[in-house]
């Protein structure tokens, strides 16, 4: 079956990322795909119309998706959207069910095949395609900047003429990608930078990094690269020792958040009352509820003198890299969906079966399908 792959504009006003880059259009016409994006749909990632050679640009939203077989998107699509998909087309896009149920039904409705980006199996075959730690990597650089921009004082240490100014203390809880990558983005600013993660096979990580590892003595190694939720003991006495560490720093970077599910609860009342006044937390697990007590999503707000703040969808910020890294996702992903330049998809590969939402009208993803109670169209 010749491909017709189709890459809409982001119609949600927060999303600056596009699908497809001019680079990974031209590397999808050389294996045979037709090509098609709507236009003006990467100006907010800053690649203009022009940059898209050998690819057929539509101005009509209407006519877009005619034929179409393939299509990619950054971010959930609306349900008038979904209606205007070609049935039995495949999508491939960020879903995130748990907050998106109407949309799943509304594929279910459309027959649509959908591959969830974020349910891309963390295996070595899968890596090149793994777009939550692309993303996540570009947010834990960003948080870094952010809590040095938020900080009431230097992160480096300074001589002066007016004297030496200590290098601040930042804590990062969470080594992940996105804590991995705010560790080294905090070190290179020149802070005293300290890490805690549930995992302990994280230290070393940590520690080729310059940080020091925070040790609490609870352990919560899980599958997959993620950690197991704790018992309600385990969970008290993360309590206590965090908040005794908190209170010692200048900064805090959250990074816990847990795919599909709200984000762990780790920074609560009492550890922000006893901060330092001009201190402050970057909570990137906002998105799912916050790991701090006190966040508000999507804002910034200062509690008892210390600054919490609660950015959303942090990749978006930096277009540029978040764009090409995640088109570079999505072409690694397709490449599996092809020979020849045709449709021959393996339903049985471990990619495709790992991130498979729903087919022909129903739901094969498992805990989708528990979350929602085995609906179908």
């Not at 299509?71 to 205007?84: A, F, H, L, N």
Request: aromatic share 4%.
């Amino acid at each position: 079956m010749p491909v017709r792959l189709v890459a809409p504009k982001e119609l949600s006003p927060d999303e600056n990322r596009v699908a497809l880059t001019p680079d990974v259009a031209t590397r999808l016409n050389k294996l045979g795909v037709d090509v098609v994006i709507e236009s003006t749909a990467g100006e907010r990632s800053h690649f203009l119309d022009q940059d898209y050679k050998d690819t057929t640009i539509i101005a009509d939203a209407k006519q877009l998706y005619q034929n179409a077989n393939l299509i990619i998107k950054v971010g959930t699509p609306t349900i008038d959207e979904i209606k205007s998909y070609p049935q039995a087309s495949i999508l491939i896009s960020y879903i995130n069910a748990h907050i998106h149920q109407a949309e799943v039904k509304a594929l279910l409705e459309q027959k649509i095949s959908c591959l969830a980006m974020e349910l891309i199996p963390r295996i070595t075959r899968a890596q090149s395609m793994d777009a939550l730690s692309s993303q996540a990597s570009i947010a834990g650089y960003k948080a870094g900047l952010m809590a040095a921009d938020l900080s009431s004082q230097f992160f480096p240490m300074l001589t002066t003429a007016a004297g030496t100014i200590r290098p601040a203390r930042v804590l990062v809880i969470g080594a992940g990608v996105a804590g991995l990558q705010a560790i080294a983005t905090v070190k290179r600013l020149g802070a005293i930078v300290e890490a805690y993660d549930v995992r302990s096979v994280t230290k070393e990580q940590v520690e080729s990094l310059g940080a020091k590892f925070v040790e609490l003595e609870v352990n919560a190694e899980g599958e997959g690269g993620y950690a197991r939720e704790l018992t309600d003991e385990e969970k008290a006495e993360q309590r206590k020792r965090l908040g005794e560490v908190i209170a010692k720093v200048n900064a805090v970077i959250t990074t816990a958040a847990i795919p599909g599910r709200d984000s762990p609860k780790l920074i609560f009342k009492e550890a922000v009352d006893a901060m330092a006044p001009g201190s402050v937390i970057i909570d990137l697990a906002s998105e799912g509820g916050g790991n701090c007590e006190m966040t508000e999503p999507g804002k910034t707000i200062i509690y008892n003198n210390v600054v919490i703040h609660g950015p959303l969808n942090v990749p978006s910020m930096i277009p540029i890299h978040a764009s090409e890294m995640y088109s570079k996702n999505i072409f690694n992903l397709v490449q599996t969906l092809l020979d020849k330049g045709e449709l021959n998809i393996d339903w049985q590969d471990d990619v495709i079966k790992g991130c498979l939402l729903c087919k022909d009208g129903e739901i094969t993803h498992p805990k989708t399908k528990e979350l929602m109670n085995g609906v179908s169209a």
